[in-house]
T-cell receptor, first 111, second 115 residues
C-alpha cells in the first residue's frame, strides 16, 4: 500500500463547478499535511497547509480527518486557471523535513 | 517566499556521459536539501536528502554511486548523474526549507534527456 494515495483523475469539470479531492495516508504518526499544485512541466508550489481544524483560503478549503486518515481539498467556483495536478503531501518527520507525495490528482476545468 | 534555483533547466546528453545539476538557495541558508525525480505522469519520488558538510542519505533503491550528491555550502547542493543512460531521463527537482518542518520551496526543475 502506498503511503499517500490519491485518485489520479482526471477530473473534468466546467467553469464554476465545485470539485473535491480526497487523499488517504497510511502512517498514523504523520504530523503535517499540505496540498501542492503542480502545473505541467513545472515544479510543485504550495497551495495550502492543512490544519486539524480545517482551513479556508478563498475558493479553496482543506480538511483533515485524523481518525480516518484522509485529507480533502475543495475548490469552489472553478476557474480555467485551476487546471493543474494537485499533490497531497504528508510529512512524517521520519528524517527531518521529509515529505511524501501522493501521485497527484489531475484537474481539467473547461469553458 | 524563499527562492530556490536550479540549473540547468534542460539538458540533453549522450549515453555514458555525466551531468551535473545545481540547486541553490538564493536568499536563505539551507542545511538540508532534497532531491526528487519525477517520471512522466508520475509523482515526485524522493531520491536523497542532502546534508551540508556530510554525506547524503539515499532512499532505498537509489544508487549512491550513480547519483552523486555534494552539499559543500549552505546555499548549494549538486546532483551528478554519472554515466547517464536513457532510463535516467527524467525531471529532477530539488527543494529546501527555511526552517525544519516548514514550507518546502522547490527549484524550477531540470529536465534531463539522455540519448
Amino acid at each position: 500500500r502506498k503511503e499517500v494515495e490519491q485518485d489520479p483523475g482526471p477530473f473534468n469539470v466546467p467553469e464554476g463547478a465545485t470539485v473535491a479531492f480526497n487523499c488517504t495516508y497510511s502512517n498514523s504518526a504523520s504530523q503535517s499535511f499540505f496540498w501542492y499544485r503542480q502545473d505541467c512541466r513545472k515544479e510543485p508550489k504550495l497551495l495550502m497547509s492543512v490544519y486539524s481544524s480545517g482551513n479556508e483560503d478563498g475558493r479553496f478549503t482543506a480538511q483533515l480527518n485524523r481518525a480516518s486518515q484522509y485529507i480533502s481539498l475543495l475548490i469552489r467556483d472553478s476557474k480555467l486557471s485551476d487546471s493543474a495536478t494537485y499533490l497531497c503531501v504528508v510529512n512524517t518527520f521520519r528524517t527531518g523535513n521529509m515529505l511524501t507525495f501522493g501521485g497527484g490528482t489531475r484537474l481539467m476545468v473547461k469553458p | 517566499g524563499a527562492v530556490v534555483s536550479q540549473h540547468p533547466s534542460w539538458v540533453i546528453c549522450k549515453s555514458g556521459t555525466s551531468v551535473k545539476i545545481e540547486c541553490r538557495s538564493l536568499d536563505f541558508q539551507a542545511t538540508t536539501m532534497f532531491w526528487y525525480r519525477q517520471f512522466p505522469k508520475q509523482s515526485l519520488m524522493l531520491m536523497a536528502t542532502s546534508n551540508e558538510g556530510s554525506k547524503a542519505t539515499y532512499e532505498q533503491g537509489v544508487e549512491k554511486d550513480k547519483f552523486l550528491i555534494n552539499h559543500a555550502s549552505l546555499t548549494l547542493s549538486t546532483l551528478t548523474v554519472t554515466s547517464a543512460h536513457p532510463e535516467d531521463s527524467s525531471f529532477y527537482i530539488c527543494s529546501a526549507s527555511v526552517t525544519s518542518g516548514g514550507e518546502l520551496f522547490f527549484g524550477e526543475g531540470s529536465r534531463l534527456t539522455v540519448l
